[in-house]
């Protein structure tokens, strides 16, 4: 991958992808949207890759959208016709959406590893992940509102499976902060480290148990628990015995059965 606004490493079945615009706190401009897709896609297909953890360089996370991608809209989409102008911002929202939305179709775990500011487009990011973490000088603000719009492109849809309804309201009518003790408490995140050492570790110790696990089984897990949020029991049931039917008896299963009787730790090909 040819990239300039983010950074990737790879280790130990671990995937690194850092936002990496330090000097402008990883404000996401139009090249970054596009790229994490490109780094998605790739997390998907690399076999090596069992977890992908999204972290920022720098002082931030991010600063959610860059304001100048707002200010160059009209110009960018300008068309005589005012129908054919409005289809094509339109179909930018819709690419937008989905190069987040590439997080939940990249079929390995996404973990979202948070420091300072996560703002705005910021929080569309996270709730596309499986996970998050942050650290204790970690804040968040759902800030659309206070620019004059409503979220497009993830919020307003993710956010009320993470944290619950009412939360979600108040967060985004108000554009309040919540600082990194609070979002643990609303479960926005799964744990606040006291560091950003801590959490780096943390969330590396986590990222490596996970990649230690049978691979398929975790594409599985991961398919069924998105499938679950946006159906119901009955379909999630019929759903998971059609995988298990196909994908039950690979080599994993196999792999975990012997290891549990020879007493030692499984080891599952990519």
Avoid at 103 to 126: M, N, Q, T
Avoid at 240 to 259: G, H, K, P, Y
Wanted: with cysteine; proline share 2%; aromatic share 4%.
């Amino acid at each position: 991958m040819n990239l300039k606004t983010l950074q990737v490493e790879i280790s130990d079945g671990v995937a690194r992808v850092m936002l990496n615009r330090p000097d402008k706190a990883n404000a996401m401009v139009e090249a970054m949207w596009h790229e994490l897709r490109e780094a998605m896609r790739w997390a998907d297909e690399t076999k090596e890759v069992r977890v992908v953890v999204i972290g920022g360089n720098g002082k931030h996370f991010t600063a959610g959208i860059d304001l100048s991608m707002l200010m160059n809209l009209n110009a960018n989409l300008h068309d005589d016709c005012i129908g054919r102008a409005r289809e094509k911002l339109r179909r930018f929202i819709l690419d937008l959406q989905d190069t987040l939305t590439s997080i939940e179709r990249c079929r390995k775990p996404v973990i979202a590893e948070v420091h300072g500011a996560c703002i705005g487009g910021g929080i569309d990011l996270i709730t596309a992940c499986d996970m998050r973490y942050c650290s204790a000088d970690a804040y968040f603000c759902v800030k659309e509102i206070d620019v004059g719009m409503a979220a497009d492109v993830g919020t307003l849809q993710r956010l009320p499976h993470v944290v619950g309804d009412g939360m979600t309201r108040e967060l985004v009518y108000t554009g309040r902060r919540v600082d990194g003790a609070e979002a643990q408490v609303i479960q926005l995140v799964n744990r606040c480290f006291d560091s950003n050492e801590a959490l780096r570790h943390g969330v590396n110790e986590i990222a490596k148990t996970i990649a230690a696990k049978s691979p398929l089984s975790i594409r599985g897990c991961k398919e069924m628990i998105t499938y679950a949020r946006d159906h119901s029991v009955a379909d999630g049931l019929n759903y998971i015995a059609t995988w298990n039917a196909a994908m039950l008896q690979s080599n994993d299963i196999t792999e975990a059965m012997r290891a549990t009787m020879e007493k030692r730790t499984p080891v599952f090909a990519d």
